[in-house]
């Protein structure tokens, strides 16, 4: 069982950079792989980052793929999303994500957070 709560998100303009974070309960956390999605009006929840129990393998969905970076803190229970050169068409709910061991770039995690929202003006 694990909890999930994502930060750090807000409003920004074209071109400008947050941090998300993502705290996780309990201990283990390497066990799990992380990932983030993220959710615009009308439109489906969709990848777009995933990082393996250890760090060592990082995934991007083509449209961050150069902007945003993904990482976590083992030792703090903590995923980040970096994103940088933020566009209007980022602007979506984000939600981190927890799955007991294989990484993969699609919704089936197990454990979901309850999103922070990233508002890009123009």
């Known amino acids: 069982q694990v909890q999930l709560v994502e930060s750090g998100g807000g409003l920004v303009q074209a071109g400008g950079s947050l941090r998300l974070s993502c705290a996780a309960s309990?201990?283990?956390?390497?066990?799990?792989?992380m990932g983030w999605f993220r959710q615009a009006p009308g439109k489906e929840r969709e990848f777009v980052a995933a990082i393996s129990g250890l760090g060592r393998n990082t995934y991007f969905a083509d449209s961050v793929k150069g902007r945003f970076t993904i990482s976590r803190d083992n030792a703090k229970n903590t995923l980040y999303l970096q994103m940088n050169s933020l566009k209007p068409e980022d602007t979506a709910v984000y939600y981190c994500?927890?799955?007991?061991?294989?990484?993969?770039?699609?919704?089936?995690?197990?454990?979901w957070g309850q999103g922070t929202q990233v508002t890009v003006s123009s």
């Open positions: 994500a927890a799955r007991s061991g294989v990484v993969v770039l699609s919704t089936r995690y197990n454990y």
């Open positions: 309990g201990r283990t956390f390497s066990n799990y792989a």
